[in-house]
């Protein structure tokens, strides 16, 4: 099969810092390319006015704090095109005066015309148009599946809301897609209400690499909490995540020799280690960026790991935490509510709740050695059903069957 992949965000060679996004689209597309199909990617990336890259930091994490969105390096104006793991992908800025704005529909129309051409060059003709996120992605796999006469899908990540439907006229272009995805079962339930659909949207999961579900230790054995407990977050540090949260709670219970990690970046990262000084609290550790086999490492040495974000419509991370036994927390009615059950294979709280964390550790913290190990073994069950291959595999499947209904 030929798939046409359109995605706002795809991670590149040239991302800097805490620009770098979220690989998910690009380990579908591998696994895709392994089991034999031909993979074209267009991300379509933000393009602003040059003058906004010039703003100095602290106005960009401002405004980053106020919208949860980073402003991209300037480098990610250029095209590009390279080659990786099999897949051909294209970067085509897209331009618009600001970010979190929509695209004007001659911006979408243009780089319509700009993706034909560029397939037809190259005697691409897909079989199937896929995109993720509802701006510019939805707009475009409409105008291009129906050109095609290709099947259609679209995954919402948490966008599709009663603030961004008329906004990214998603009523209009949603008429034409056979296949609608979401992130999580609640986010299902809001959208299917919203859009009025008449079919219930498929569940887009995530999932571990294969390499791992292979090799894993079914058996956890190490939450004893005798000598330390390692706390872990991992996640961009924005402010819909709140890690602030999750310091003020750890500072609240942790003993001498316990320890909290912190994984990622972002504009938050000044000032929460200016709070960690300020509340003068010991043993955490800002990490920075790391390699996904080193995060991996990280979580097979840690106990608890807690993100606890808004708006957290689905997160690989609870995955590969759970597939190395960690006691996760995740958000009460979030993307992974429902895959976590509370007390039996992870924990949830709600989102930025300090005192609700803090009790939730406390609780943890009083459950007996053999309660802890049964609720990681129980968390890596469930994470061995959600390999990349697993998921990639079914996520084609849904993508099929819808078109076909």
Known sequence: MKILVI???????DDEGGNKV??????????????????????????????LY?????????????TSTIIPSIKSRKKLYRENLGIK?????????????NYSKKTINDV???IEKIIEQNGFIPDLVLGHFA?????IVSILSEKYKAMSSIVFHGDCNEKTIVKYRIIENIKKIKAVGVRSNCEALKVKKLLNLQFDPFVCCSGVPNELVKIVNTECVKHSFTSRIKYLYVGSIIARKHLDSVIIAFSNVSRENDTLEIIGAGPEEDKLKKLVIKKKIKNVYFLGRLPRNEVIKKMEESNILTLISDNEVYGMVYIEAMLKGCLTIASKEGGFDGIIRNYENGFLCSPGDTNELIDLYKSILNLSYDARNEIGNKAIKTA????????????????VECNRR
């Open 7 to 13: 995605t706002q965000m795809y991670p590149q060679p």
């Open 22 to 51: 979220t690989h998910t689209v690009e380990y579908f597309a591998k696994e895709w390319v392994e089991s034999g199909n031909e993979v074209v990617v267009f991300h379509c990336s933000s393009k602003f006015p040059f003058a």
């Open 54 to 66: 010039l703003t100095p930091r602290f106005l960009k994490n401002y405004y980053a704090y106020k």
């Open 89 to 101: 992908i294209h970067r085509i800025p897209m331009f618009k005066f600001f970010p979190g704005r």
């Open 112 to 114: 319509c015309v700009n």
């Open 135 to 139: 701006n510019p992605s939805l707009e």
């Open 384 to 399: 061995l059903k959600f390999s990349e291959k697993d998921v990639a595999n079914n996520y084609l499947k849904d993508i």
